[in-house]
C-alpha cells in the first residue's frame, strides 16, 4: 500500500491490519515512552485547505510519536490565498523533501489528483476530500467499535450500527459505509429524506427515517454533524424540528441497549443533533474516538512509510 485515499482501497486483511497494527501501538502510547524511533528522518507534511482541529492535530502527533519531522501547511496566510494552485503548492512541499503528505481539501478527488499526478513522489494520505471520504476516520472509528464491542479483535461481523444525521454532506458517513459493510456489520441510515444522497438505495446500507425504531435494534449510534457550511439550501424546516425528530437526547438513548455506545466525529453541534447531557454521558465514547484517532494514524504512517 503506497496511499491511503478511500477505503474501496482496502480489502478485509488490509482494514484488519491498520486496526491491529493500531492496537499494538496503543499499547506503547499507553506506557511510560510515548515515542518510537521508527521514521526517524521522515518529514511528513500536513496539507490543509479546510479548517481542522481533531484530524491535523491527530496526524502531527501521529508523526512525532514515531519520530517523524512534521511541516505544517495551512492555506489561510499561505501563498494559496495569492492564487497558488494545487500543483504549485505541491511541487513545492516536493521540493522540501516530503515522505508523506497529509492533505484535506475541500474538493472530492484532490487526494486522487494529487496521488495519480507526478507532483509528489511521497505517500498521500486523505484527511477529508470534499463530500467524498475521510477514511482515517472511517477506520477509528471501527476501532473504537471493536474495542467495545468485540474486544479489540476480529471483524465487526453480527454487530448493527446506526449513522445518523446529515449524510449527503458527510464523507465520515461514506467512509464508515463503506468499512463497517467491509468488516461484516449491518449499516442503517437515519435520516430525512432530503439528507440522504440521490443512489443510495445502492449503497449497502438499511435506510429509515424513525430514529426510535431502530434505536433499540443496534449496538453503536454514530451522530453526523449538521454541515451549515456546506448547505446552500433549506434542508429541513428549522434546528428546532430536525431535533426533534433525529436528535440525539436522554430518553431515546434510553432506548439503546445496555451495551449500545454513543459515537460522534466532531465537531458537535450540541442542542442540535445530539444533547450535551448524551454527549457526556457514560455510553459516550466521543473523546476516546479522538485518542484512538492518534493511534490508527500511527498505523497508517507506520504502514505507508516504514517499510521502505
Do not use: C
Not at 221 to 237: A, G, Y
Amino acid at each position: 500500500m503506497r496511499h491511503l485515499l478511500s477505503i474501496a482501497d482496502l480489502d478485509v486483511q488490509g482494514a484488519l491490519s491498520i486496526l491491529d497494527t493500531a492496537a499494538e501501538l496503543a499499547k506503547v502510547s499507553d506506557g511510560p515512552m510515548k515515542k518510537l524511533p521508527t521514521l526517524r528522518g521522515k518529514t511528513v507534511v500536513n496539507l490543509f485547505f479546510e479548517d481542522s482541529t481533531r484530524t491535523r492535530i491527530s496526524f502531527e502527533a501521529a508523526a512525532k510519536r514515531l519520530s517523524a519531522d512534521v511541516i505544517n501547511f495551512s492555506a489561510k496566510g499561505s501563498s494559496v490565498s495569492k492564487g497558488e494552485s494545487l500543483k504549485d503548492t505541491a511541487l513545492t512541499l516536493q521540493a522540501m523533501g516530503a515522505d508523506a503528505v497529509i492533505i484535506r481539501h475541500n474538493a472530492s478527488g484532490a487526494a486522487k489528483r494529487l496521488a495519480d499526478s507526478e507532483w509528489t513522489s511521497g505517500s498521500v494520505i486523505n484527511a477529508g476530500d470534499g463530500t467524498h471520504e475521510h477514511p482515517s476516520q472511517g477506520l477509528l472509528d471501527a476501532f473504537t467499535i471493536r474495542k467495545h464491542l468485540r474486544d479489540g479483535a476480529g471483524d465487526l461481523a453480527g454487530l448493527s450500527i446506526a449513522i445518523v444525521g446529515d449524510v449527503l454532506h458527510s464523507r465520515v458517513a461514506r467512509s464508515n459505509v463503506l468499512l463497517l459493510n467491509l468488516l461484516g456489520a449491518r449499516v442503517i441510515l437515519v435520516a430525512p429524506p432530503t439528507l440522504l444522497p440521490v443512489g443510495v438505495e445502492n449503497w449497502p446500507v438499511e435506510v429509515s427515517y424513525d430514529l426510535d425504531s431502530v434505536l433499540p435494534n443496534v449496538d453503536a449510534v454514530m451522530m453526523l454533524r449538521i454541515q451549515m457550511e456546506r448547505m446552500n439550501d433549506s434542508f429541513f424546516p428549522s434546528a428546532r424540528e430536525y431535533s426533534h425528530y433525529f436528535g440525539l437526547n436522554r430518553d431515546r438513548m434510553n432506548l439503546m441497549k445496555p451495551s449500545a455506545i454513543v459515537m460522534h466525529p466532531g465537531p458537535m453541534n450540541r442542542g442540535l443533533e445530539i444533547t450535551a447531557d448524551t454527549a457526556d454521558s457514560g455510553r459516550s465514547v466521543i473523546v476516546e474516538q479522538v485518542s484512538n484517532g492518534i493511534h490508527v494514524r500511527m498505523a497508517i504512517l507506520y504502514l505507508l512509510l516504514a517499510g521502505e
